[in-house]
T-cell receptor, first 114, second 114 residues
């Protein structure tokens, strides 16, 4: 089955630690995205990538980093510089980065900072 | 700047009753409009989208939405809800002058009474 997988489902981190969230897709999509979701708020874009080895900052990139070494993978690192990292993180992909392209979402990773 | 407003944080509907979820947007030109649904602890799934043409759009799971330019609205409707429709619903707007990003509403949580 084609889709997007995110791991782990739940992640706990101590303050001051970096942590990496995994996102893999087998849909052969060029574009991939990372969103952050907080209660009572819409999704906010952290980073996006239109093609391998290229990525751009979204609205809330500070304290986060990404890489896109392979078409199917777009890991997100939450660094210790992120002041309030506890949130639900969603990865998505689309055929291209046109607005007409549907974004398909993974099941999400819930990160809790202890 | 573009914005999306979903005025209702929660809506409670009896099973079998009709449903309307409101979405208002702020954008000068004709936007690209989307409705997504999120089950608890899961990713988002596209219900329907509007780009142009017929202003009444049919989606999956028996949902429809109507684009009303004069009211800057894109309300989601369903004639008869089922208990499985309990979820959170997000409206999103895409605009070419927002760097092709989606702007998300804060979501409306739908509660179904038996």
């Amino acid at each position: 089955d084609g889709g997007i997988t995110q791991s782990p489902k739940y992640l706990f981190r101590k303050e001051g630690q970096n942590v990496t969230l995994s996102c893999e897709q087998n849909l052969n999509h060029d574009a991939m995205y990372w969103y952050r979701q907080d209660p009572g708020q819409g999704l906010r874009l952290i980073y996006y990538s239109q093609i391998v080895n290229d990525f751009q900052k979204g609205d809330i990139a500070e304290g986060y980093s990404v890489s896109r070494e392979k078409k199917e993978s777009f890991p997100l690192t939450v660094t210790s510089a992120q002041k309030n990292p506890t949130a639900f993180y969603l990865c998505a992909s689309s055929t291209d980065r046109l607005l007409t392209d549907t974004q398909y979402f993974g099941p999400g990773t819930r990160l809790t900072v202890l | 700047a573009q914005s999306v407003t979903q005025p209702d944080i929660h809506i409670t509907v009896s099973e079998g009753a009709s449903l309307e979820l409101r979405c208002n947007y702020s954008y000068g030109a004709t936007p690209y409009l989307f409705w997504y649904v999120q089950s608890p602890g899961q990713g988002l799934q596209l219900l329907l989208k509007y780009f142009s043409g017929d202003t009444l759009v049919q989606g999956i799971k028996g949902f429809e939405a109507e684009f009303k330019r004069s009211q800057s609205s894109f309300n989601l409707r369903k004639p008869s809800v089922h208990w499985s429709d309990a979820a959170e619903y997000f409206c999103a707007v895409g605009a070419t002058d927002s760097n092709y990003q989606l702007i998300w509403g804060a979501g409306t949580k739908l509660i179904i009474k038996p």
